[in-house]
């Protein structure tokens, strides 16, 4: 998969190597998984500014039956229905501003091939042997209960839907015998699991005695073919955990591999996290892997009628709150909100209500009042800052504290205190207008120079803002910069470019743009919201009427109809597309003007064929560019159904460029 940002690795840099869990593409990304996403790219967003060859890896998980049943469903092979759901991932990442440096598909070749080659060296060892399954399986959460776990009712005890009764043969992985060295390595290493709570939780579940773990199955095809028995597929857990090590270039390409292996961080949903925490490293121990530094279990994003979910009908999709309020405002409240490893809870009251108050308020204004009073009072130039006072240098000793507990909370993934510390900055910096009373000063010309001071100050406060923003948000940042005359300063700005309070350059000029958040009223959005949900429900109605009468839903209008323009078109001449089989380009006279088209011809018709005949164009089509070349209308042919093509010409010779009507 083609990376959102492309970079070389850098042998003589220190790495930091985070991931997210790899998704289930079974459905359509809701924004629960979009808040692991975002506090990894804002991880990964901070380290490279600190000088780290960063690594950021996400991707898709697409085997198992689960996707096998929901493809049958639809009609589909597996990888035409996971093909089409990963395209909308991409989608998603990409709007929400995701860059990661790598995506990987549990369906690459890559993948597989090392996939294969784990579970054979564990087979070969001795660490997976054949034995027989048998026990309560949920398919839906494809996961295994043992008779103990499952109440009368049998049903799920995480989901509450109905189990399966399986029975089979497959192939179980050793790692009872990990147990005591998983235990010793989570007692010495305080931070391999965290938050400390689920660190806790995670060390009763493995003294309470871990069981060989069944690896492969029997009961679906969707899935790597088992190296050693060509009747099972391997199971999700030793295919899915393993993207963390075949995406680096485990067994494919060591120099790479050695280079980032240890992952720094491992983030994922607490759902995840005993996956994560007990059979991953357990793996990692057969294979003599060192362990990643850390896994992060956060917590649920929630609704306020619970856990999302499609049968409840309260699943938030992301596309619709960026579409709606952008997404910097999206990034800010999943970062700000919810207190990273705590559940929390999403309501579009409590976004409004975060923009208004943190981004339009308290960093809008500041913006718009620095902004407007280096207009007003120096002609948008940035003045030159002369003697400093008291005032002055404690907003000065303020920022570098703030970048300083900024840095230091990020490094703990605490992203919600880094932001409110960030805050208090924003208000520091309104509280030193009021301070320093800048309107007060403009009136009296003998002020001059302490006005320059104080907006020099507020504008150089604005670009240690926008440069802490840098982590957690994309456009913001730029666009404060554009305004403060220092877009460029802030693009390339290092973390370590805060220290340099004076870096505006006086002289530069600044541009009152937009407002960087409007306010929003509440009222006035649900109302709208629910004007244009009416207005669908009204359009599906109308449609679904039309369906049941019966009348063909292609129809157009007379007016419809008369917007289209038909020509008469001369074939000047014809050319062949290069790289392509069946493409010609033809210059065509049209009276008044020369167009040239692009059309399937090449294969019916020979250059020569072509040149001088007659044919018929619709002319008023947008121009659209196929294989490299401009296509200025298309023209008219019938194919019938063995694909031979006739094309339609006037009876007779008229001028080019006769309407047809
Ligand atoms: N495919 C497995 C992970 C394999 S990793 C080797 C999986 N996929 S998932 O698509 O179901 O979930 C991916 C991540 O999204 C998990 O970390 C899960 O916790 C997270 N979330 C799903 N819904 C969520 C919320 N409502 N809130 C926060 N995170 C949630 O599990």
């Known amino acids: 998969m083609k990376p959102r940002r492309r970079r070389e ?23 629960g998984h979009a808040y692991t996403t975002t506090a990894a790219d804002s991880i990964a967003r901070f ?62 070749e890559n993948h597989q091939r090392v996939v294969q080659k784990i579970f054979q060296k564990l087979y070969d060892q ?23 776990q499952v109440s009368e009712e049998e049903v799920c005890p995480d989901c509450g839907r109905p189990l399966e009764w399986v029975a089979e043969e497959s192939y179980f992985f050793k790692m009872s015998k990990y147990a005591d060295r998983l235990l010793e390595h989570i007692k010495e290493h305080p931070d391999f699991i965290q938050p400390e709570s689920r660190r806790n939780e995670m060390i009763s579940f493995i003294e309470s005695g871990l069981d060989d773990l069944s690896v492969s199955r029997t009961t679906f095809d969707w899935g ?128 409004i209500q975060r923009i208004n108050s943190d981004l339009a308020n308290d960093l809008g204004n500041l913006l718009n009042r620095t902004v407007s009073m280096v207009e007003q009072y120096f002609s948008a130039v940035v003045p030159a800052p002369a003697a400093e006072l008291e005032v002055d240098r404690d907003l000065k000793e303020t920022a570098r504290e703030t970048r300083e507990r900024v840095a230091e909370e990020l490094e703990g993934l605490h992203f919600t205190t880094a932001l409110e510390e960030l805050w208090q900055f924003v208000r520091r910096c309104n509280k030193y207008i009021d301070q320093t009373r800048p309107w007060i000063l403009g009136r009296d010309e003998n002020k001059q120079e302490r006005l320059g001071t104080i907006l020099y100050n507020l504008l150089a406060g604005l670009r ?17 910069g554009r305004q403060i005359g220092a877009q460029q300063n802030i693009r390339r700005a290092d973390w370590e470019d805060l220290a340099d309070w004076q870096a505006l350059r006086p002289g530069s000029r600044v541009d009152k743009g937009e407002a960087l958040f409007p306010r929003i009223d509440l009222d006035e959005y649900f109302q709208q919201k629910q004007e244009s949900s009416r207005q669908k429900e009204q359009e599906e109605e109308q449609e679904e009427k039309k369906k049941e009468s019966g009348e063909p839903d292609n129809l157009i ?56 005949r007659e044919i018929v164009i619709v002319a008023n089509l947008e121009p659209a560019e196929i294989f490299g070349v401009t296509s200025q209308g298309m023209l008219l042919a019938a194919e019938d159904e063995d694909g031979s093509l006739a094309l339609l010409q006037p009876e007779t010779r008229v001028e080019p460029g006769s309407p047809i009507s």
């Open 464 to 480: 240690q803002i926008a440069v802490m923003l840098k982590p957690f948000l994309v456009d913001t940042p730029e666009k404060i």
């Open 557 to 612: 209008s007379f007016r419809e109809f008369k917007k289209l323009e038909l020509k008469i078109a001369r074939v000047v001449r014809a050319e062949r597309i290069s790289g392509s089989d069946n493409l010609l380009k033809l210059i065509v006279d049209l009276g008044q003007e020369q167009r040239q088209l692009v059309a399937g011809l090449a294969g019916h018709y020979s250059e020569e064929e072509l040149q001088d």
């Open 9 to 31: 690795m850098n042998m003589s840099k220190e790495t930091f190597y985070v991931t997210t869990p790899i998704y289930y593409p079974s459905d359509r990304l809701h924004i």
């Open 47 to 108: 380290k490279e500014m600190q000088g780290y060859d960063t690594m950021f890896l996400t991707g898709s998980d697409e085997h198992g039956q689960k996707i096998e049943r929901r493809a049958a469903e639809a009609g589909e092979e597996p990888q035409q229905y996971v093909d089409k759901i990963v395209a909308t991932f991409l989608d998603l990442w990409q709007r929400l501003g995701i860059e990661y440096d790598q995506f990987i598909r549990t369906t690459d």
């Open 224 to 351: 790597i073919e088992c190296p050693v028995n060509e009747d099972h597929v391997i199971y999700v857990w030793i295919d899915a955990l393993s993207n963390y090590i075949t995406a680096m270039g485990f067994l494919s390409n060591e120099e790479k591999f050695n280079h980032y292996w240890p992952a720094d961080i491992h983030l994922v949903g607490k759902d995840i996290l005993r996956f994560h925490t007990i059979i991953w490293p357990s793996i990692l121990m057969a294979l003599e892997l060192p362990l990643p530094k850390q896994v992060f279990g956060h917590g649920w994003l929630l609704t306020e009628t619970g856990k999302m979910s499609k049968s409840v009908g309260n699943v938030v999709d992301p596309l619709e709150l960026i579409e709606d309020f952008g997404r910097d405002a999206i990034r800010y409240f999943l970062l700000r909100e919810v207190q990273f490893g705590s559940d929390g809870t999403y309501s579009t009251e409590a976004l």
């Open 126 to 148: 001795g660490d997976i042997y054949l034995d027989k399954y048998e026990g309560w399986y949920c398919t839906p959460c494809e996961s295994y209960w043992q008779e103990r």
